[in-house]
């Protein structure tokens, strides 16, 4: 595979790099591929960076096509009409997941996609705003309204379906290891909702239950 590869010739590669149980193994999390992400981004690193192609690749609807197309996109080519198109065609969490950090963190559209997503009806869209938002709690907190997002994931977040609620979790987090004025809320905010609470954790990773995150990553800072 090179530069000039065709669409067909990289649906070819994809299919050659399908295995059965990583599939198995994606669909469990909602995605709908089986192929070996680090052979995948090998095949992109050969593609090269390329926004054309990104933009055939993009248009097949199949998702490994997708995640290669995220991978040799330039991030700054994209207007806010587009990447608002590509979101709303995001929609598995791994294609998501990597849109928002390969091409909208990377441009400077990022806060004007964000309130246009946190405006959305669409959970699955709002989840990508919130999670846009986190982000924001972390990099540029004067954008945001914390102490309107601590109210909002007060009233909204134990009731939220699971991505919108996890992308919620994530910026209930963030407020409180980042922002020590709001931590004490933000802990007390956890510890009513106890979303995640009961969350399977490996040995050596930490809780995404907020209160047992935020602790941590404050005492680690310190």
């Known amino acids: 595979m090179g530069p000039e590869s065709t ?11 399908e295995d059965p149980k990583a599939r ?6 909602g995605d709908d591929f089986g192929v070996n992400l680090g052979k995948l981004r090998g095949l992109a690193k050969s593609l090269k960076t390329n926004q054309d192609l990104a933009e055939q690749l993009w248009a097949t609807g199949e998702t490994p096509s997708r995640l290669v197309a995220l991978l040799i996109a330039k991030p700054r080519s994209f207007s806010l009409e587009q990447l608002h198109d590509w979101s709303k065609a995001a929609s598995t969490p791994k294609v998501q997941a990597w849109f ?10 990022l806060e004007e996609l964000r309130q246009v997503l946190m405006a959305e009806s669409d ?11 986190a982000h924001q709690v972390l990099k540029d907190p004067d954008q945001v309204d914390l102490a309107g997002l601590l109210d909002i994931i007060e009233e909204q977040m134990l009731a939220a379906p699971e991505r919108l609620q996890w992308a919620m979790n994530t910026t209930l987090a963030q407020i409180g290891i980042e922002h020590p004025a709001l931590r004490e809320r933000a802990l007390a905010i956890g510890e009513n909702l106890q979303v995640l609470a009961d969350y399977p954790t490996s040995p050596g990773c930490t809780s995404p239950f907020a209160p047992i995150w ?9």
Do not use: C
């Open 7 to 17: 669409v067909p010739e990289i649906q070819q590669a994809l299919l050659a790099l």
């Open 123 to 133: 959970s699955v869209q709002l989840a990508a705003g919130w999670e846009l938002t």
């Open 100 to 109: 928002l950090n390969y091409i909208v963190k990377k441009t400077k559209l």
């Open 24 to 29: 198995a193994v994606n669909e469990r999390h």
């Open 214 to 222: 935020i602790n941590e990553m404050v005492k680690r800072k310190a």
